[in-house]
């Protein structure tokens, strides 16, 4: 099954790479990884989507883990979170879609942040399933380009 | 000896920082990126550089060193080829979870990345092969770097790290200081078993029947073979240890069982499928160990200590994971043990049926000669006392089951990596930590040559490193495998045509050399050799060319069922 899994790490040059390679050697999945400082700037964390089986994914958390530039390792998968995902998605514009473009960018609450003549350039924030679906339904309007962030991920507040 | 707070150039830095590491010797070849470490090491007195032949020579030498005696090897090389050369030894180093500290000179900061001459990129190159490894980019960093080099080389489960120096930082002034103590946030190794973990280990044990020690390299690195004699023969459970662990028990003690897995012993093997309680201690369920995985202890409720959490449930799902020091583990063991004994002479019997049913023997011929006969005579000439290293292929098995070791960082092999060419270096390697005890070295006519070149290492140093020449002019695993899964297609394994005169080329490099070709002359070979020590000395023993290795457990097979002999290949028991 998928698992989303939250790493701190030591903001320091090769780090990604460090994380990239390991699952590489080790011949696990990498579905998606996203890379960014926290608000402490000698650490980022990373968000990282994998896929397996319990007994895989234990083995990619102990793997982590083992890395020396790793700090913590957190499988959110099963814990409340939330997750997002940034979709940058450029379309084709004529006189006829157009309309249908804006309708249906806003029931995904997308932003738009460029538009001309012939294409237009929508953002839309939200889980990984629901970009999915935005891709698919905007797909018949013909996708130029499309740019995705990859997951980030956080825990929820305690009550 | 310099103070905090004096002023330093990077490549005082460098050898100050050794100092207090309390480093005895850098194995090591000059170049290009290190002249100012080289200009610096004239006046060095107190540390020794020992001059190799061959980059990856420094690294098995450092290995040999590190294994023989349980402190880090360093190595120190130079940028670009010099660095690339050392990466089949870190390699090496890693899947045997040795400690080294690897030191490569780099290019100048200005111009890494520019393709420049001599540049490669060692740290991306290493990545996967190393514990750990820095690129040093300011020389006010350099000291707190080798630090935390040696502390993560030599703490948790050990292995190679590497420091990358440009020649800038070498050849920059700053403050020394010498950090007091490390703190890596990433890395906190459970050195202390769960307690609740080591209770319920002893009360498996204390009701087990049939229980059976597996004991891996891990007990020799924690220094824990007194307290694993101590629970066995208190306990009365026999042991069987892995390439890596023998020595971890004493081999000549009745509740030895030898090595299990593909070329283990018979009984060690039906041991692990019959026991009812399998303790793991210090080992990683290696695929030469375990066989096929499905069939492997599946009666055995299993025990797994191991101070890397990776290795548990990795290969083989275990039923009582306890992570932690193996000193620290059997330590506390011994402390819960409840007083009551089961009494399992019945289990001890059923291991000594099998032990008799087939057993390690060999036939003597007059006018022939076979490996196990030299490598039981040279076990029998030390007592078992030797430090005794390995190159890779049939003679390695066979001194495996043949040398009975009887103290622990007394077998030094490439087990992981399988890296012929191991041999010779480490031997050197081994010479230079140890003096007190022979260090005896078997290796393959094909391994030796792949690494002859260190021949003038142990000459140039006077090592009396026994080399004992298992030549039987075949690559002779792979010849083994050809003929009993390959159609008997010997394709590129005779070496016969090719090898040089082997007692030729060990004059030409100054060292005594003789040959033997029968059990007497074998004998006296091997005694006359024991009793050189002003240097080096070759024996080329010439053996029986197609001797196989047995038993034998067909890769991916159950380790119950052993290929014992090449004249019945079709029998399996």
């Keep these: ?159 | 000896m310099h103070n905090n707070g004096d002023k330093l150039i990077g490549s005082e830095i460098f050898f100050e920082c050794l100092r207090r590491e309390k480093v005895e010797y850098i194995f090591g070849y000059p170049g290009g990126a290190l002249l100012k470490v080289y200009e610096t090491l004239h006046d060095v007195e107190d540390i020794e550089h020992i001059l190799v032949r061959h980059e990856q020579g420094a690294t098995h030498m450092a290995e040999g060193y590190a294994r023989a005696t349980g402190r880090p090897g360093v190595v120190l090389v130079t940028s670009g080829p010099g660095a690339t050369n050392t990466v089949t030894g870190i390699t090496n180093a890693y899947m045997d979870s040795t400690p080294l500290v690897v030191f490569t000179g780099q290019v100048p900061s200005s111009l890494i990345g520019n393709d420049a001459f001599q540049e490669a990129d060692i740290v991306g190159i290493t990545r996967p092969i190393t514990k750990h490894n820095f690129l040093v980019k300011d020389v006010r960093e350099l000291a707190s770097t080798i630090r935390k080099a040696f502390f993560l080389a030599t703490n948790g489960r050990p292995g190679p790290v590497l420091v990358d120096m440009p020649k800038d930082v070498l050849n920059t002034e700053c403050v020394f200081e010498w950090p007091e103590s490390v703190d890596i946030r990433g890395f906190k190794p459970t050195i202390k078993c769960h307690a609740n973990q080591v209770q319920k280990a002893a009360r498996m044990i204390a009701k087990a029947m049939r229980p059976l020690f597996y004991v891996g390299g891990g007990v020799i690195s924690a220094d824990a073979s007194e307290e694993l004699r101590k629970i066995a023969i208190d306990q009365q459970i026999p042991v069987t240890m892995t390439l890596q662990g023998l020595g971890a028990f004493p081999g000549d003690h009745p509740l030895s069982m030898g090595m299990l897995g593909m070329h283990g012993t018979y009984w060690a093997n039906q041991a692990v499928s019959n026991c009812d309680l399998l303790i793991a201690v210090g080992a990683r369920f290696d695929d030469r160990v375990t066989g096929k995985v499905d069939t492997f202890a599946t009666h055995a409720y299993k025990i797994h200590n191991d101070i890397d959490p990776t290795n548990v449930d990795k290969n083989i799902k275990v039923d009582l994971p306890v992570v932690g020091d193996s000193k620290d583990f059997l330590a506390t063991l011994i402390e819960a043990m409840p007083k009551t004994k089961e009494d399992r002479s019945a289990w001890l019997d059923e291991i000594e049926a099998w032990r008799r049913q087939c057993p390690l023997d060999y036939t003597i011929e007059p006018d022939s000669l076979k490996t196990e006969f030299v490598i039981d005579e040279v076990s029998k000439q030390t007592r078992g006392h030797a430090v005794v290293v390995t190159d890779v292929g049939q003679h390695q098995m066979w001194t495996s089951q043949y040398y009975k070791f009887t103290e622990p960082r007394s077998i030094i092999t490439s087990g992981g990596l399988g890296t012929m060419g191991f041999g010779l270096p480490s031997a050197i390697g081994a010479a230079f930590g140890v003096t007190d005890r022979p260090v005896v070295l078997f290796s393959g006519d094909g391994g030796l040559m792949m690494n002859i070149q260190e021949l003038v290492t142990a000459v140039y140093n006077r090592l009396p490193v026994k080399i004992f020449l298992i030549n039987n002019s075949y690559l002779g695993m792979v010849r083994q495998w050809q003929e009993l899964f390959h159609q008997e297609k010997y394709t590129f394994t005779d070496l016969a045509a090719s090898n040089p005169d082997f007692v030729k080329v060990a004059e030409a490099f100054g060292c005594k050399a003789m040959s033997a070709s029968n059990p007497e002359s074998a004998r006296k070979a091997i005694t006359e050799a024991l009793a050189y020590n002003e240097g080096p000395v070759l024996v080329d023993f010439r053996v029986i060319r197609k001797d196989m290795v047995f038993p034998m457990v067909p890769a991916g097979g159950s380790i119950s069922d052993m290929l014992l002999a090449r004249l019945n290949p079709k029998t399996m028991v």
């Design chain 1, 1 to 159: 099954m998928k698992h989303l899994i939250s790493v701190l790490v030591e903001n320091k040059f090769g780090t990604l790479n460090r994380v990239a390679a390991m699952f590489s050697a080790r011949g696990f999945n990498l579905e998606s990884i996203s890379i960014g400082e926290t608000e402490d700037p000698e650490i980022s964390r990373m968000t990282i989507v994998t896929r397996g089986e319990d007994r895989i994914i234990s083995q990619v958390l102990k793997q982590l883990n083992r890395l020396i530039d790793t700090i913590k390792v957190t499988d959110l998968t099963h814990q409340p979170h939330v997750e997002r995902e940034l979709l940058l998605l450029s379309l084709k514009l004529n006189k006829s879609t157009q309309h249908e473009i804006f309708e249906l960018a806003n029931v995904f609450k997308g932003k738009v942040v460029d538009i001309k003549q012939k294409s237009i350039t929508i953002e839309f924030v939200g889980s990984p399933d629901k970009i999915n679906t935005a891709i698919d339904l905007f797909r018949p309007f013909g996708i130029r380009e499309l740019a995705r962030s990859g997951a980030v991920a956080i825990h929820r507040g305690e009550s």
